[in-house]
């Protein structure tokens, strides 16, 4: 179903520049997302935030405690930080610091700074230019919205398909993780939606581009989606859930 260039390898699919010469990457990133999406057999997207829901979000340990959702409440900077780099499986133990004060308000003994330092290294979300990361701030739909892209690693997609905002909302919607849900792209988030957009990223397909890699004795700039055992494709619900290795 991938195309004649198209090789298994290491766990993922790869895919060389050879497979896709003459398109662009938001072309190559939209087809890839069609051929993953016909082959998945995750759990069927849901638009209101249900006991299910909860459940997988609780289990997954994105929340800490079921009893305080507070789904009408704004989400902060920190609070989306932490959920999303749970949710790529980074998750953040008591003794587990850092060493190094990144932003001028995030100090080391923040409750967030290590999923700050994780979120800012795998270019989910930046500061801003005199040195702050404003963890208390509202994040907006559109903000999250990027957030979720590129911890999923479309962001050279979406900064191609036309960047921030619209980019990122086009790769949004194309990945399924606002579906169902009418949303004002320019307000701040509240926590119940935030958690509904996080738990429908948990069946996107990953992806990742690597550069320099050799094929066939050939030096290619490669796109890879990473394979299940039984899918082709690798998503943060089955790195979570231990069926696959990432």
């Known amino acids: 179903m991938f195309g004649p260039n198209g090789n298994a390898c290491f766990g993922y699919t790869i895919f060389s520049s050879k497979t896709f010469e003459?398109?662009?990457l938001f072309e190559i990133?939209?087809?890839l997302i069609a051929a993953t999406a016909i082959t998945s057999n995750s759990a069927a997207l849901a638009n209101d935030l249900t006991d299910n829901i909860i459940n997988d979000l609780y289990n997954f340990k994105i929340i800490a405690d079921?009893?305080?959702i507070r789904p009408n409440n704004n989400i902060t900077r920190a609070e989306a930080v932490k959920m999303i780099c749970i949710a790529e499986g980074n998750d953040v133990f008591d003794n587990d610091t850092t060493d190094t004060q990144i932003f001028y308000d995030v100090p080391t003994s923040h409750w967030a700074a290590k999923y700050i330092e994780i979120a800012v290294d795998d270019s989910i979300i930046s500061g801003y230019e005199d040195n702050t990361f404003k963890p208390e701030q509202y994040v907006t739909y559109q903000e999250l919205h990027r957030m979720i892209v590129s911890s999923l690693g479309y962001n050279l997609y979406a900064e191609q398909a036309g960047g921030y905002p619209k980019g990122y909302i086009t790769y949004s919607n194309a990945l399924e993780i606002s579906k169902n849900m009418s949303l004002d792209?320019?307000?701040f988030a509240t926590r119940g939606d935030a958690m509904q957009m996080i738990y429908n990223s948990l069946d996107a397909p990953i992806m990742e581009v690597r550069e320099n890699v050799e094929i066939?004795?050939?030096?290619?700039t490669v796109v890879?989606?990473?394979d299940g055992k039984s899918n082709p494709f690798i998503s943060f619900r089955k790195i979570l859930?231990?069926?696959v290795e990432y």
């Open 185 to 187: 792209n320019s307000a």
């Open 241 to 243: 859930s231990g069926e």
């Open 29 to 31: 990133a939209t087809l």
């Open 216 to 220: 066939d004795g050939t030096v290619e």
């Open 224 to 226: 890879m989606i990473y």
């Open 66 to 68: 079921k009893s305080d």
């Open 22 to 24: 003459g398109f662009t």
